[in-house]
């Protein structure tokens, strides 16, 4: 060939490079033995089976990134667990609904091929997916020179689940004097990410030299579908919210019904050390509960009489306690005391 020739591998692509990752992709089945093997992976389109136990099945589908906490990612050159959070933000999404995640697709956009990093965020996908029992059936990968530079990229995830008609959770089924309970998060998740890095830039916090901070930061998302799943298959739960975006108000407010309104005391909530720091940094209440999931990855309501069955279904470390309560009113949400960041 013609040195001189045009191609599209000078232009910044390397086709080669991106099927021998569709390549090792497809080799992750291979750790599984006796499980079904991820056959899609690479086709124009992925076909999967609907599981027969489901008698009206309805299809919930979810999609969502992991914002800016990439930049952290970067910072550290640790991309092992974000691919864990990338999967937990769609299915975690889910099973809001009562669905059980089914498929999961990513999408990966990058300036030029690193297998490395590649692989470690496919890996994180793949764990997160194991994780959340659903498969793995196909994706995207684009190299996007000019449109990222250097080391940005940016990741973003699909996700499909199944819920039996009379077993989806909505608004009708919570009622007046249902208990509101706080299942803890594993840190941030996967949400206000952008102040975060304000912060460090602004105390010039350099992440490579703090492993604790750095530790924190890239805390995977908990993922929480097995309890919930279980929780729901038993009726012992009449709504949930994931506690994203928008914090904690934002996010219970979406599952109240009308004339309904949810009390919430915050001097129960139990947060933990790296909500802590960010506080110390001039951050008021206001926003950090706008923010932040203060220590509350996931909400349950629930009736009274379950509160000691629902707790049976979650370890130590994850064992939601009582943080407020449900009762007749015009307002969505009402928060009384205040959260103990000492």
Known sequence: MNKKNLTY???????????????????????????????????????????????????????????????????????????????????????????????????????????????????????????????????????????YEGSKFDIAGFAVGLVDENKVLTKDKIRKNDLVLAVPSSGLHSNGYSLVRYILKKNKINLKKNNKLKKSLLEPTRIYVKEILKLNNKGLINGCANITGGGLVDNISRIIPNNYTVEIDLSKIITSEIFKWIKKNNVSNKEMLKTFNCGVGFCLIINPKNFDKVKKFFTKKYKPYIIGQISRGGNKVILNGRINWK
């Open 9 to 147: 591998k000078k232009s910044g692509v390397n086709i080669t490079a991106a099927d021998n990752f569709i390549k090792f992709i497809s080799s992750l089945n291979t750790k599984d033995k006796g499980k079904k093997k991820f056959s899609n992976i690479g086709a124009f389109g992925s076909i999967t089976n609907i599981p027969r136990n489901f008698k009206k099945p309805k299809i919930v589908a979810c999609t969502d990134g992991v914002g800016t906490k990439l930049e952290i990612a970067n910072l550290t050159n640790k991309f092992d667990t974000i691919g864990i959070d990338l999967v937990a933000m769609s299915v975690n999404d889910l099973i809001v609904q009562g669905a059980k995640p089914l498929i999961f697709l990513d999408y990966i956009s990058v300036n030029k091929i690193n297998t490395s990093k590649l692989r470690s965020i496919i890996k994180g996908i793949y764990k997160g997916c194991k994780i959340s029992d659903c498969e793995l059936v196909g994706g995207e990968t684009a190299e996007m020179p000019g449109i």
